[in-house]
């Protein structure tokens, strides 16, 4: 690799848009390819990138060994193939959440990461106000957080663009990955009410209850019903202590989560790719647990019944 790592942008939409604008200003960083199944919108990020090469498909770009690293910004469908075929070529990946949209579909990343880092990206860890709270929470006494709940709505154009995901692995996921970051803890079993799709997937709302050792609780409600005229309500995270209620709301404005955070993770990213080396702020096993539990939420709503989580279901 040379002094400037080589990356390339997988997906050139809405967020895969917002991962190359920081890129192009980050410092020892040279963008050298887009990719995307949309052939004018690769061609337009492209032009962007100051006219570097464009590509239909992203497998053809990791085979013209122009890049070192990439994000991976298309649908969430298409993440642990992408991730699995980049790192067999020793590219580095930042995969946006879901990482993989199943347990089982899992598998072929954690033996690609032994190729080159696969990192799972999980941009609230990288929010100032996740991190502080993260500081408050981890000064105290194992124990102190006796529950934590998280609410987050998001517009109804979600029901037709990510029906093929669902709300817990595309919008529930980062209230899960917060709970278990902050917490370090794990539930013992997952309760949850919701409209099931015909294609078996929650696509409309969601609530839903895990239930830790000694009565603990995290409880999550989202959906994917605002309308395009109504206010966003911000996103809520709650962590009830021993010692009093701690409370972080972002509405949509929120600079740092938007722009600040993502540079900051991209930021590790590149630095994970230059030295070859995992995440240490979050593992792929951190995104597999993530991935089991909002599993375990549809498997809750669609069986209408209390979901078990054992050790084993997290890790493997
Ligand atoms: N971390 C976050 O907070 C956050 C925020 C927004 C989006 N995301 C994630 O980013 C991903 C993209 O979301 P978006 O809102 O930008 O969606 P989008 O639909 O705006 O963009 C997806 C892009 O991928 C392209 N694409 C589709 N199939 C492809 C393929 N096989 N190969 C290459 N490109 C392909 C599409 O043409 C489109 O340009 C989703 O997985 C989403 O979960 C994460």
């Known amino acids: 690799m040379t002094d400037h790592v080589r990356v390339g942008v997988i997906g050139v939409g809405t967020f895969g848009l917002a991962h ?112 502080g709270l993260r500081r408050t929470v981890g000064s105290g006494q194992p124990g102190d957080v006796l529950a934590v709940h998280a609410q987050r709505h998001r517009p109804r154009d979600h029901q037709v663009l990510f029906s093929d995901v669902g709300i817990p692995l595309m919008t529930t996921i980062h209230d899960i990955d917060l709970a278990l970051w902050l917490t370090g803890e794990v539930p013992s079993s997952v309760v949850a009410v919701a409209p099931v799709g015909e294609n078996g997937k929650l696509g409309v709302c969601l609530s839903a209850v895990m239930e830790l050792a000694n009565g603990l609780s995290w409880s999550f409600s989202s959906s994917w019903l605002l309308t395009e005229n109504e206010r966003y309500p911000g996103d809520e995270l709650t962590v009830v202590l021993k010692t009093g209620i701690l409370r972080v709301r972002f509405d949509g404005s929120d600079e740092d989560v938007l722009h600040q955070a993502l540079r900051r993770e991209l930021s590790h990213f590149v630095d994970c790719a230059r030295r070859g080396v995992p995440s240490e702020i979050v593992s792929l096993d951190d995104a597999f647990a993530g991935i089991a539990l909002a599993e375990a939420i549809t498997t809750a709503a669609t069986t209408r019944t209390a979901v078990p989580i054992t050790p084993e279901y997290l890790t493997s």
Do not use: C, W
Not at 68 to 88: E, L, N, R
Not at 108 to 127: C, D, Q, Y
């Open 20 to 131: 190359l604008n920081a890129y192009l200003e980050m410092p020892g960083v040279q963008v050298t390819a887009v990719a995307d199944a949309d052939p004018q919108r690769a061609a337009r990020a492209a032009e962007k990138a100051g006219g570097v090469p464009a590509f239909a498909d992203a497998v053809d770009m990791l085979d013209a060994d122009v890049v070192d690293a990439v994000s991976i910004v298309s649908p969430g469908t298409t993440h642990a193939d992408f991730a699995t075929q980049a790192a067999a070529r020793g590219v580095a990946a930042l995969v946006e959440k879901p990482v993989a949209v199943s347990r089982a579909e899992f598998g072929t990343l954690r033996e690609a990461s032994r190729l080159a880092p696969i990192v799972p990206a999980h941009i609230l860890r990288f929010a100032s106000p996740y991190l």
